[in-house]
């Protein structure tokens, strides 16, 4: 009985907890960027979790750790479906944007099909295979 007793007392506290941190977060209100995954150069690398900017004119990307990575003159070339190996890395649902920037670099981004339109409108479409 008192084993009981001191798991609903848990649940309720955890349940407290929870819709208190749920609160807080939606006081503050949304979170600005849109959230994504990265590597760089396009096609070699490791997928960094992080956001793209489009504020100030000219789009970057801001991975959760390490320094932001500017995209001057970045065109979106190619917009396509995760591989199955990348499907293992990144949310398989999600879309994969390679972008061209100033200076011959190159980084794919991947972001949920909700956010491409906002993504592609962030970097300008250039010549590609889907556009």
Known sequence: MIEIVVAVLAAVGAGWLLRRKHLARTAAGPVPGIPGMARRPAGEGRWRPGRVYADE?????????????????????????????????INPGSRIVTCAYEGGGSIEIAVMALDLRELLAAIVQGPGKDS
Do not use: F, I, Y
């Open 57 to 89: 004119g000219a789009a970057r990307w801001v991975p959760q750790r390490g320094e932001p990575v500017p995209l001057p003159g970045a065109r979106a070339t190619e917009v396509r479906a995760p591989s199955v190996k990348e499907g293992m890395s």
